[in-house]
């Protein structure tokens, strides 16, 4: 999947931000990434469709977390190795690599 780097509407982007902004404090004391990424701001991020990609690969880069499961469900792709599983960093690096590789983020 490609796409057209294009900045996206201020309004998409600030719900983002607030969605993202209470996802993380309302999760943050959480060890289940089922939990984290069940949560409702979560799920919401989800629902804005593929146009938040490029938001989430942006967070991600700035700040790791468990975007992992909505850049799945977005995208359907998942570009980690078996043996990168469970690791944050390496799963990062490797969705980072992709949103490049994919024409998502600069």
Do not use: K
């Amino acid at each position: 999947m490609s796409a057209v780097l294009m900045p996206p509407p201020r309004q998409l982007a600030t719900q983002f931000r607030q969605l993202a902004d209470r996802w993380r404090s309302e999760t943050r004391v959480l060890s289940s990434p089922t939990a984290i990424a069940t949560h409702p701001a979560y799920q919401r991020m989800i629902g804005l469709g593929p146009q938040v990609i490029p938001l989430i690969l942006t967070e991600m880069a700035a700040t790791p977390g468990q975007w992992f499961w909505a850049l799945a469900a977005l995208t359907g792709e998942d570009p980690v190795p078996d043996a990168d599983r469970g690791h944050v960093s390496a799963m990062t690096a490797a969705w980072i690599a992709w949103g490049r590789s994919n024409g998502w983020i600069e």
